[in-house]
């Protein structure tokens, strides 16, 4: 693939329309958060190589909210990470989420029978370094926006709770993450060319991962490294807590694998972090 082509054209120019189809059936107990007293909807972020779409959502009327990047599941952004950011800005916060696969397709296209094509076609050609620049793009969009980036936190799900790692790595300016069952292990590749277990010793805040007993992809294993990596690297205001009974997934509200009480307890340990962090 020609990567110049598709920096110069990109490939989705809006958000997910509603939930993602390649999630599978959407489940009841999936959570509508209103915008009742927020300034919420679709904005553009200008990244080194043109305009990529974001979700933002704030305290209607608020200057100086402390702020909270949102990194998608491996689904995009969709409905659920919209309404993350509007439970967030209904807490107070700047949140926005911004669209990381923009440069090469939109996943809402893909439906649960395709997930593998959206991991072809998608998923797997999106570098770390993009991300990264992407990231601080989207901080420098925040602080245009009259919010607080000194107080500068990240939270992520699944494929982005990967990025919450390599992003507290990349950033001397986060002061607080928050990982939710993002994959800490993996096959280095010239995009990807580094686990965040590898990087541990690299993070300038502390992270709090959020991890699910059931997960079949990152194990207990997985885990027991990335904390062995922290202590070896003196980060020791970092920690993984694992949610024994819980699913990979458990805060995703629109899926089978939500699991109500875990998700609401893992969310108040997330603001709760973020207070305790200055954030």
């Not at 489940?27 to 974001?54: M, Q, W």
């Not at 800005?89 to 996943?107: E, K, N, V």
């Not at 607080?176 to 300038?204: F, I, N």
Request: charged share 25%; with cysteine; hydrophobic share 40%.
């Amino acid at each position: 693939m020609d990567r110049d082509i598709t920096r110069r054209t990109f490939a989705a120019t809006g958000l997910v329309a509603g939930f993602t189809v390649a999630a599978g059936p959407i489940n009841a107990a999936a959570i509508v958060t209103d915008t009742k007293g927020l300034d919420a909807g679709e904005v553009s972020v200008a990244v080194a190589d043109g305009h990529i779409p974001a979700y933002r959502a704030r305290p209607e009327g608020k200057k100086n909210a402390p702020v909270v990047i949102v990194t998608q599941e491996i689904f995009g952004v969709h409905e659920h990470i919209k309404d993350l950011c509007r439970r967030l800005a209904h807490t107070g916060y700047y949140a926005i989420a911004p669209s990381l696969y923009a440069r090469f397709g939109d996943p809402g296209k893909y439906d649960m029978a395709h997930v593998m094509d959206l991991m072809t076609d998608i998923v797997s050609k999106v570098p770390d370094d993009e991300v990264m620049s992407d990231l601080d793009s989207t901080v420098a969009f925040a602080k245009t926006e009259a919010a607080d980036t000194s107080r500068l936190a990240i939270t992520g799900f699944c494929w982005g709770g990967r990025v919450v790692w390599l992003y507290t790595e990349h950033s001397p300016n986060v002061k607080a993450g928050v990982a939710w069952y993002g994959p800490l292990a993996g096959k280095p590749s010239p995009l990807r060319p580094h686990t965040a277990t590898e990087l541990a010793g690299d993070l300038h805040a502390p992270v709090l991962g959020l991890y699910a007993g059931l997960d079949k992809n990152i194990t207990a294993a997985d885990i027991d490294a990335m904390r062995a990596a922290l202590t070896k690297a003196g980060k020791t205001t970092s920690r993984i807590d694992v949610f024994p009974d819980a699913q990979h997934g458990f805060n995703a509200d629109y899926r089978d694998s939500y699991n109500e009480k875990d998700a609401k307890e893992g969310w108040s340990r997330m603001l709760a972090w973020f207070k305790a962090n200055g954030v």
